[in-house]
């Protein structure tokens, strides 16, 4: 079967009233495009999860803030679409700002998830980004109306904010995280790899090593979290990134316990002018 690519939201809903009304459940990947094996492990999951795999591609203006990538962010349907292809995805929608936001840009309603979700790690750097993200989610799933939809571990502030947002609005759609697929050298794979140049390359794999320091740490016992991470922090200064944070927390995101089993270490950290971020999850098992 090929794949069939839709920019318009009246022709996404007529191909997906076919696969509606042979009763096939609707697997959504959604992404920002420029894709990479990373979010091909996204659409493979999709496959297990739902029969029609509708993947949209769509650089949302509202989750870039004043002076981030928006502009420059890569897009390349083309070849997007030729993976997608290969990997037997189903539908490619792939909107303007117009299909997206109707009533117009910028949109006079948005999803806000709680401070306690959104104004920490990533949302302290990046206010507003997590609105953004909540929005066109809530669009997306609106649209598409899937069974399942999936994300990847590599953006677990935006998973744990996304899942707040189905419980809280009891939206009918399955949430599935999909773990980070990484480089051989433990890079965790994104699209902004591609603006580090060949010496920051090199060296960006450090900020997942530097995760692994904090969880040998935690595994072998060591409870003072924030002395931890500093140690970390600082190592990554002394290599030439400026980190933002590097915090461990519960996995849900509130604050570690040290008699938790359960926690996920998060980082973000400039490399030159690349902001590159990454986490690790670990259980501990007695
Ligand atoms: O993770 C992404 O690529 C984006 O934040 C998402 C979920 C597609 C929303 O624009």
């Known amino acids: 079967m090929t794949i069939r690519t839709v920019h318009h939201v009246t022709e996404l809903q007529a191909e997906l009233a076919e696969w509606r009304a042979r009763r096939e459940s609707i697997a959504l990947v959604p992404t920002m495009g420029n894709l990479h094996a990373g979010h091909l492990s996204l659409v493979q999951r999709a496959h297990q999860l739902g029969e029609c ?21 890569p897009r390349t349907l083309e070849a997007d679409a030729a993976l997608l292809r290969q990997a037997g995805a189903h539908v490619l929608f792939a909107p303007a700002v117009a299909d997206m936001y109707p009533g117009g840009y910028p949109p006079l309603t948005t999803v806000r998830v709680g401070g306690s ?10 206010p507003g980004h997590f609105d953004g993200v909540a929005t066109v989610v809530n669009i997306l799933f609106n649209l598409v109306r899937p069974d399942v939809a999936v994300f990847g571990e590599k953006d677990w502030q935006q998973l744990q904010v996304i899942r707040r947002m189905v419980a809280d609005l009891g939206m009918a759609v399955r949430v599935v995280g999909v773990p980070t697929a990484r480089d051989a050298d433990g890079l965790a794979l994104s699209s902004r790899n591609q603006y580090l140049g060949a010496a920051e390359r090199a060296l960006a794999p450090r900020l997942y090593a530097a995760l692994q320091a904090v969880a040998a740490g935690i595994e072998a016992g060591r409870r003072d979290f924030e002395v931890l991470c500093l140690e970390q922090k600082r190592a990554l200064e002394a290599e030439g990134f400026r980190p933002q944070y590097l915090e461990v927390r519960s ?17 973000a950290a400039y490399l030159g002018g690349t902001r590159l971020i990454d986490n690790l999850s670990l259980r501990l098992v007695s």
């Open 53 to 73: 795999v509708v993947v949209s591609v769509f650089v949302n203006p509202l989750q870039f803030g004043p002076g981030e990538d928006f502009e420059r962010y």
């Open 117 to 126: 979700l959104t104004d920490i790690l990533d949302g302290h750097f990046r």
């Open 251 to 267: 996995q849900d995101l509130s604050p570690a316990r040290a008699e938790a089993t359960a926690f996920v270490a998060l980082v």
